[in-house]
């Protein structure tokens, strides 16, 4: 039986594809194999010691503490595009309501409860204070255009703006999605000066922390919209302040308030909400539980952040998965090894990325010893072992 732990409220359709005679699954667990995940932070958490994935249902692994998973060979996947169209639905409503002041006009018109017959004239003559402008025309800046970037800059394009990408990472399969009306920026700042509206779909890490800070308010247009549907940490809130406070920012709106930003003027704040669709929370949870299961129960890895893509088909007798340190003479070690120990290699994968190598490993015979597990664990550089039977 395998033990799954469930730490945010995951979708039921994705949770009933675990087998219930093969899967116990509690938001409780004290030693799970298995964690599924949303936005709850894990930093501070022991990792358990049989835990053996983890599954963020979801984008964003910045709640998750990568390094130390990787350390201890556990495995974390997320789930990558799965909840994309409604983050590139809710930022081009952001992007409205960056433009046009509906938030302000809503609890506007709630004040004149009580007012009877005088509203819809109170209503007509109060409306101007709520006016806006178009995007139609006008420059959105898309920084980051992975799964959400690309379809956020299409989405805008054919809304009638001039839309202009920037990132310096970017994958085939995103660049072969992007409109070709999509312009392609040159560097940060033509970018930032040109831009009427910045959104930001990038991953917070190390990296990009800050990413939004006021250097880069600099060099943007006065009165620019700045949209943040990706994470809190990306824009620095005393900078922020700043930019909002000289007229340099217009609106910011964002999918991650926080205290001091809930105390800004001119900001809107939604309550990260970007994923919050029940199509989107059913992809996730059905993409994390079946690449949970394909890890648990074959060993193969699919659209892990921390452990090289593996797949290898099952050829029927016991097979071992190994992780270890990305360094020489690991495989001739393990192999030696199986060979006194008397096992055939029926067949073998080997792959890696950055510090971990990754081994799937079938034999030709039908059970395998679980003490083996324990010589191969011994084998200095081996991260985890583990028999599949
Ligand atoms: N508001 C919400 O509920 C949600 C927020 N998100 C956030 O949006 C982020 C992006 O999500 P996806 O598009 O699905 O991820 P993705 O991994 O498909 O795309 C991220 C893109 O950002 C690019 N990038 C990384 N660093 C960059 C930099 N310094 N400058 C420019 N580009 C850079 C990468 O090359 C990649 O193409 C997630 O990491 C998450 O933080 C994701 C889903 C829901
Ligand atoms: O699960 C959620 O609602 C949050 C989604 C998100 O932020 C992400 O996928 O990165």
């Given at each position: 039986?395998?033990?799954?732990?469930?730490?945010?409220?995951?979708?039921?359709?994705?949770?009933?594809n675990?087998?219930?005679?093969?899967?116990?699954?509690?938001?409780?667990?004290?030693?799970?194999?298995?964690?599924?995940?949303?936005?709850?932070k894990?930093?501070d958490?022991?990792?358990?010691?049989?835990?053996?994935?983890?599954?963020?249902?979801?984008?964003?692994?910045?709640?998750?503490?990568?390094?130390?998973?990787?350390?201890?060979?556990?495995?974390?996947?997320?789930?990558?595009?799965?909840?994309?169209?409604?983050?590139?639905?809710?930022?081009?409503?952001?992007?409205?309501?960056?433009?046009?002041?509906?938030?302000?006009?809503?609890?506007?018109a709630?004040?004149?409860?009580?007012?009877?017959?005088?509203?819809?004239?109170?209503?007509?003559?109060?409306?101007?204070?709520?006016?806006?402008?178009?995007?139609?025309?006008?420059?959105?800046?898309?920084?980051?255009?992975?799964?959400?970037?690309?379809?956020?800059?299409?989405?805008?394009?054919?809304?009638?703006?001039?839309?202009?990408?920037?990132?310096?990472?970017?994958?085939?399969?995103?660049?072969?999605?992007?409109?070709?009306?999509?312009?392609?920026?040159?560097?940060?700042?033509?970018?930032?000066?040109?831009?009427?509206?910045?959104?930001?779909?990038?991953?917070?890490?190390?990296?990009?922390?800050?990413?939004?800070?006021?250097?880069?308010?600099?060099?943007?247009?006065?009165?620019?919209?700045?949209?943040?549907?990706?994470?809190?940490?990306?824009?620095?809130?005393?900078?922020?302040?700043?930019?909002?406070?000289?007229?340099?920012v217009?609106?910011?709106?964002?999918?991650?308030?926080?205290?001091?930003?809930?105390?800004?003027?001119?900001?809107?704040?939604?309550?990260?909400?970007?994923?919050?669709?029940?199509?989107?929370?059913?992809?996730?949870?059905?993409?994390?539980?079946?690449?949970?299961?394909?890890?648990?129960?074959?060993?193969?890895?699919?659209?892990?952040?921390?452990?090289?893509?593996?797949?290898?088909?099952?050829?029927?007798?016991?097979r071992?998965?190994?992780?270890?340190?990305?360094?020489?003479?690991?495989?001739?070690?393990?192999?030696?090894?199986?060979?006194?120990?008397?096992?055939?290699?029926?067949?073998?994968?080997?792959?890696n990325?950055?510090?971990?190598?990754?081994?799937?490993?079938?034999?030709?015979?039908?059970?395998?010893?679980?003490?083996?597990?324990?010589?191969?664990?011994?084998?200095?550089?081996?991260?985890?072992?583990?028999?599949?039977?």
């Amino acid at each position: 039986m395998f033990k799954i732990q469930t730490l945010n409220k995951i979708d039921p359709e994705g949770l009933k594809n675990f087998p219930l005679d093969r899967y116990e699954i509690a938001s409780e667990f004290s030693n799970p194999d298995g964690i599924i995940v949303r936005s709850m932070k894990m930093h501070d958490m022991k990792l358990p010691g049989n835990l053996k994935a983890i599954a963020r249902a979801g984008a964003g692994v910045n709640n998750i503490p990568i390094d130390k998973c990787t350390n201890q060979g556990v495995v974390v996947f997320n789930t990558p595009g799965a909840n994309a169209h409604a983050v590139k639905e809710l930022t081009i409503a952001g992007l409205l309501l960056a433009s046009r002041d509906v938030a302000g006009g809503i609890e506007w018109a709630k004040t004149l409860i009580g007012q009877g017959d005088q509203v819809p004239a109170l209503i007509e003559a109060g409306k101007n204070n709520f006016a806006g402008q178009e995007i139609r025309g006008k420059t959105l800046a898309v920084i980051g255009l992975g799964a959400i970037g690309v379809l956020v800059a299409n989405a805008a394009q054919a809304l009638g703006m001039k839309v202009l990408g920037y990132d310096p990472f970017i994958s085939v399969k995103h660049a072969w999605k992007l409109s070709r009306n999509v312009g392609r920026a040159e560097g940060m700042e033509s970018l930032l000066a040109n831009a009427d509206y910045v959104t930001l779909q990038i991953p917070l890490s190390d990296e990009t922390k800050n990413f939004i800070n006021k250097d880069k308010f600099k060099m943007m247009k006065d009165g620019v919209r700045l949209l943040n549907f990706a994470r809190g940490g990306l824009v620095n809130n005393t900078d922020l302040a700043a930019a909002i406070e000289s007229g340099k920012v217009a609106r910011y709106v964002t999918d991650f308030p926080d205290e001091g930003t809930l105390k800004m003027d001119k900001v809107i704040s939604i309550p990260h909400l970007g994923a919050s669709t029940a199509e989107s929370e059913t992809n996730c949870a059905i993409m994390a539980v079946d690449q949970m299961r394909e890890f648990l129960e074959n060993g193969n890895i699919i659209n892990s952040v921390n452990f090289p893509a593996a797949e290898m088909e099952h050829t029927g007798g016991a097979r071992i998965i190994v992780a270890n340190k990305n360094i020489p003479n690991m495989v001739s070690q393990i192999s030696t090894l199986l060979a006194t120990e008397g096992y055939n290699i029926a067949n073998m994968l080997n792959r890696n990325k950055a510090e971990i190598a990754y081994n799937i490993i079938d034999v030709d015979r039908k059970q395998a010893d679980p003490a083996l597990a324990d010589k191969i664990a011994a084998i200095s550089g081996v991260i985890m072992v583990r028999i599949i039977q």
